[in-house]
Each structure stands twice: as structure tokens, then as C-alpha cells.
């Protein structure tokens, strides 16, 4: 009765990424309908789908919803994906928000001016090896356990490798002194769900290019 | 046995704001630890008591929990705040997620240059005109109910009110066009715990003056 999500958004990473990630680690089906222009984002505000006339917005259970967080917690919670209580949930929120904070600078990094771009790689890579990863693999020392949480798979396990494998497509040396976090990614990586997704053909979306970035450019008039 | 919540951040609104206001509105009693000097925040970071380096900090309940995002799920799942099954938490998460893009803008604004800060106002003042207020109007429009979700207090509710005070500082007589969300104010203003908020020699901070800003800057070497 309850058909498959559908998700509305431009045919590139951008903030809906992890949101499929999500899905397909979840092993969730999921349909996805392109905003390829300008006009195909008018056509989603008239029709009233997106209640601050936004993208992301997925269609799942009977709701529009927008807002990434909102989806994502969604996904997680119905999925089992969340921690077993309020607490586990709080440790789940905290690392996510600051995977979320550095995968943020990563986002815009296409779309800075130019003349600020290596200002920005420098601090991204600075905050990476100084300031995120670190933590996490402080977590994972503190307890010696393969999952970040409750001994357990938990979103946060998944949008963490997620980030991982960004921050690797930026510079593969970043990893380098992060031997926790290598297994990590290897033992999330080698879940049946993730290892599909990981494989060409997926719904898993190339790195940004200028050709997208022009795109996006012209769907979001910025 | 457990003590009350201590609040790590400067004597400013910033990003603690919102949760000063929802652990007022949970009537929950809590400490405060202001940071006064950059000193005071290298202090915490050597302690190794804020994970990714940053306020807000919140001990609570044997955590040492950042990431306002975190905090605030933390304290609205508590004290129930936060609907009565993962479809209310959907709606309410698109809620608060709108008001939280709404609140960047009003982070943003404090690092503003003042030849800038005009525009910016402007700017805060259209969005909630035209996007923010009359999504939340139609919500409210929609069931008729005394409250954003589930006929019930929530997080929303609160996060909304708190959203309608600032603008309202910018812009007292924006609420004119926006009967629900006036009612909403005034209804969620009169609930015990709010009402204590709301008057003189509670903890709610005023709006950020220069001298503020100055420290902020001096704390955080802006």
C-alpha cells in the first residue's frame, strides 16, 4: 500500500546524499524525481509540495517532508537506525551534527569564490585531521567496539564513512593516522546494503563537476 | 542524585538560546558557567570536555553533550517535547528546522560588518514575511488546533514563539498579517513556566549590544 519514497532534488550529491546513503544502507527502495530546471523547481513550490519551497523533499508515508535532519531522522528512527534510547540517541545526534558541521564545508567548497578556494581547502583539511577525526576515533579507542554507539550499527556509523569517503576523494593522506577509522569504513563498507551501494549502478552520486555546479546554478538562481 | 543541567557558553543569546528557552518551558532548573575570556574557553578544550572544540555545552545527565541540535532532542525526548510517535517528530523536526535556518540568520547577523547589516535585516525581515511565517500560519490554518503538533505542546511550539519574539525585535508589527501565529504567541506566553521566562530576572539574555560583541569576538578570536 505504502510505495516507496520518492525523492525530489537535483541529480547530484549536494544535501540529499546523505539521505540515500541512508536508504540504501537501511536496504530501502527508493525512486527519485530529477529537478532538472528552473521550471521543475516552480512547478514543486505551485504545487505546494515543499513547505519552505525547498529541496530536499521526500515523499514517504503519506508525507512531503522537508528539511534534510528531519528526514534523515525519520529514516533512522523508522529503521531502526537510531540507538536503543533517549541517551544513545543523544551520543547518535552529537557525532551526526558534527559529521553535518565539517560535511558543510565540503558542500560549499565548489561554490566559493575562487580567489577563497585554497583558504578552504587548507582550513577543511586543518579541521579534518585536527578537529573531527580525531574525535572520532577517540570514540571508537574509548570503547574498542565496531560500531560508534550501543555496539551497534547506527546512522551514525553510516554518515561517518560517508564523510570518509568525501574527505578521501579530497586527499587520501587525511586518513593516513586514523587506523580506527580505516577498519571502520572497511567493516561498514563490507555490509551487504553499503557494498551495493558502493557499486557502480547505484543511485550512489559522482563527485560535483563544473557542468553540475552550472546546473545547479541555473535550477537555484545562485 | 543528578544534579542540574550546567549550561557552558558566554552571557549572550548565540546558539544557547533556544535551550534556555526549552528547558524553561520543560520547568526544568539549571546552572550557568558563563565563558568570560578566551582563557575560559581554552580551558574547557583542555579539559577535553567539548568534543568538537565548540559551545554550546551542556552536562547532563552524565554527558557532556554538544551540538545545539543534540541537546535539544536530548531535553525535548526527556521532558516530552516531542510528539507521541517518529511521524509527530517528522513534522515537528521540519518545524524546528525551518526556525533553526531562520535562527542562522540571526547568528549571521552578529559577525555582519555594519555597511552590511542593513541588508541583512532586510533580508531576515523578507524571509520571515514570505516564507516562514505564512508556512506556519497555513499549518496552524490547517487543523485549527492550539498547537503546531499533535493537539499538544511540543518543542515546536516553543522553538516557534521563541522565533517570533526575535523578529518581532526587528519588526514589531510583522505578526500584524499572521493571526494564528499571534494567538499561538500569546497562548504559549501565557503557559506558567514561559510567563516566568518572560519576565524580568530569569536567565533569558537581552538582544546582543556591542559590548557583547566585542567579548565574543575576544572569547572566540573572530
Not at chain 1, 530529477?34 to 514543486?44: M, Y
Not at chain 1, 577563497?116 to 582550513?123: E, G, V, Y
Not at chain 2, 517518529?86 to 533553526?100: Q, W
Request: hydrophobic share 40%; glycine share 6%.
Amino acid at each position: 500500500m505504502a510505495g516507496k519514497p520518492k525523492l525530489h532534488y537535483f541529480d547530484g550529491r549536494g544535501r540529499m546524499e546523505s539521505i540515500r546513503w541512508l536508504l540504501a544502507a537501511a536496504g530501502v527502495e527508493f525512486e527519485e524525481k530529477f529537478v532538472d530546471t528552473s521550471d521543475d523547481l516552480e512547478k514543486l513550490r505551485n504545487d505546494g509540495s515543499l513547505m519552505f519551497q525547498q529541496v530536499p523533499m521526500v515523499e514517504i508515508d503519506g508525507m512531503n517532508l522537508v528539511q534534510s535532519r528531519a528526514i534523515l531522522n525519520y529514516i533512522a528512527a523508522k529503521y531502526n537506525l537510531y540507538g536503543k534510547d533517549i541517551k544513545e540517541r543523544a551520543l547518535i545526534d552529537m557525532y551526526t551534527e558534527g559529521i553535518a558541521d565539517l560535511n558543510e564545508m565540503i558542500l560549499l567548497l565548489p561554490i566559493s569564490p575562487p580567489d577563497q578556494k585554497d583558504a578552504k581547502i587548507t582550513l577543511i583539511k586543518d579541521r579534518t585531521v585536527n578537529r573531527y577525526l580525531p574525535a572520532f576515533e577517540k570514540v571508537l579507542k574509548s570503547h574498542g567496539q565496531d560500531y560508534l554507539v550501543g555496539n551497534t550499527l547506527s546512522r551514525a556509523d553510516i554518515q561517518l564513512i560517508e564523510l570518509l569517503y568525501s574527505v578521501e576523494e579530497l586527499d587520501p593522506s587525511l586518513l593516513a593516522n586514523f587506523p580506527l577509522l580505516k577498519a571502520l569504513k572497511t567493516r561498514i563498507s563490507n555490509v551487504p546494503t553499503v557494498k551495493k551501494f558502493l557499486q557502480p549502478g547505484s543511485q550512489r552520486k559522482p563527485p560535483v563537476d563544473e557542468k553540475l555546479i552550472e546546473k545547479a546554478r541555473k535550477i537555484f538562481k545562485f | 542524585m543528578a544534579g542540574k543541567p550546567k549550561l557552558h557558553y558566554f552571557d549572550g543569546r548565540g546558539r544557547l538560546d533556544s535551550i534556555l528557552w526549552l528547558l524553561a518551558a520543560a520547568g526544568v532548573e539549571f546552572e550557568e558557567k558563563f565563558i568570560e575570556t578566551s582563557k575560559d574557553l581554552e580551558k574547557l578544550r583542555n579539559d577535553g570536555s567539548l568534543m568538537f572544540q565548540q559551545v554550546p555545552m551542556v552536562e547532563i545527565d552524565g554527558m557532556k553533550l554538544v551540538q545545539c541540535r543534540a541537546i535539544l532532542s536530548y531535553i525535548a525526548a526527556k521532558y516530552n517535547l516531542y510528539g507521541k510517535d517518529i511521524k509527530e517528530r517528522a513534522l515537528i523536526d521540519m518545524y524546528v528546522e525551518g526556525v533553526a535556518d531562520m535562527n542562522e540568520m540571526f547568528i549571521f547577523l552578529l559577525i555582519t560588518p555594519p555597511d552590511e547589516k542593513g541588508a541583512k535585516i532586510a533580508q531576515i525581515k523578507e524571509k520571515a514575511a514570505n516564507r516562514y511565517f505564512p508556512a506556519f500560519e497555513k499549518v496552524l490554518k490547517s487543523h485549527g488546533q492550539d498547537y503546531l503538533v499533535g493537539n499538544t505542546l511540543s518543542r515546536a511550539d516553543i522553538q516557534l514563539v521563541e522565533l517570533l519574539y526575535s523578529v518581532e525585535e526587528l519588526d514589531p508589527g510583522i505578526l500584524a498579517n499572521f493571526p494564528l501565529l499571534k494567538a499561538l504567541k500569546t497562548r504559549i506566553s501565557n503557559i506558567p513556566t514561559v510567563k516566568k521566562f518572560l519576565q524580568p530576572g530569569s536567565p533569558r539574555k537581552p538582544p546582543m549590544d556591542e559590548k557583547c560583541l566585542l567579548k565574543v569576538k575576544e572569547i572566540f578570536q573572530l
